[in-house]
T-cell receptor, first 114, second 114 residues
Framework: NAGVTQTPKFQVLKTGQSMTLQCAQD?????MYWYRQDPGMGLRLIYY???????DKGEVPNGYNVSRLNKREFSLRLESAAPSQTSVYFC?????????????FGDGTRLSIL | GNSVTQMEGPVTLSEEAFLTINCTYT??????LFWYVQYPGEGLQLLLK?????DKGSNKGFEATYRKETTSFHLEKGSVQVSDSAVYFC?????????????FGSGTRLQVQP
């Protein structure tokens, strides 16, 4: 029962490099989300996808792009990494249309930008 | 806008002590409220939820009651264990929009000593 799977688990980049964080869920959920977690700030929404083929900006979208490749997969791309993007990134999924349903989270990607 | 405020940690308790972690919120309308727990090196897991005023969510000995009059959702447990050591996040989700992303508090670290 995999749930939400994120790859990689750890990554170190140099400023200016690009990379894509991968996320896949096997729960047939329509909605998927990318959050970043920084000390003392909880989780903040970067982008979300309410359903396949749609994406929308969250609180902190600058410097990121996303792709909802299909119903299962939702990737996050850093085109030109900056030290301010050092963070732990979490992907989540949930059913659409029911605000009472919980979101299911992956184990996170720990990203350091030097 | 929406916001969640949690008491700052860390909270350090001895085993079998009583736990309270305070959470208050600001939101338009009446959101659904959640407590998530994050164990070291892992993603967030849903601990409990409440979807309307006066609802009580409970799980694994933890409880929280949705208090509309005080806009609060405090987490309590009568007797904590070492295994409860983790970071606890209070979160809300609005019901009146199609966007189902969560708004999180900053998290409260709980350390339980034997």
């Amino acid at each position: 029962n995999a749930g939400v799977t994120q790859t990689p688990k750890f990554q170190v980049l140099k400023t200016g490099q690009s990379m894509t964080l991968q996320c896949a869920q096997d729960m047939n959920h329509n909605s998927m989300y990318w959050y970043r977690q920084d000390p003392g700030m909880g989780l903040r929404l970067i982008y979300y996808s309410a359903s396949e083929g749609t994406t929308d900006k969250g609180e902190v979208p600058n410097g990121y792009n996303v792709s909802r490749l299909n119903k299962r997969e939702f990737s996050l791309r850093l085109e030109s990494a900056a030290p301010s993007q050092t963070s732990v990134y979490f992907c989540a999924s949930s059913e659409v249309g029911d605000s009472n349903q919980p979101q299911h989270f992956g184990d996170g990607t720990r990203l350091s930008i030097l | 806008g929406n916001s969640v405020t949690q008491m700052e940690g860390p909270v350090t308790l001895s085993e079998e002590a009583f736990l309270t972690i305070n959470c208050t919120y600001t939101a338009t309308g009446y959101p659904s409220l959640f407590w998530y727990v994050q164990y070291p090196g892992e993603g967030l897991q849903l601990l409990l939820k409440a979807t309307k005023a006066d609802d009580k969510g409970s799980n694994k000995g933890f409880e929280a009651t949705y208090r509309k009059e005080t806009t609060s959702f405090h987490l309590e447990k009568g007797s904590v264990q070492v295994s409860d050591s983790a970071v606890y996040f209070c979160a809300l989700r609005r019901k009146d929009t199609g966007r189902r992303a969560l708004t999180f508090g900053s998290g409260t670290r709980l350390q339980v000593q034997p």
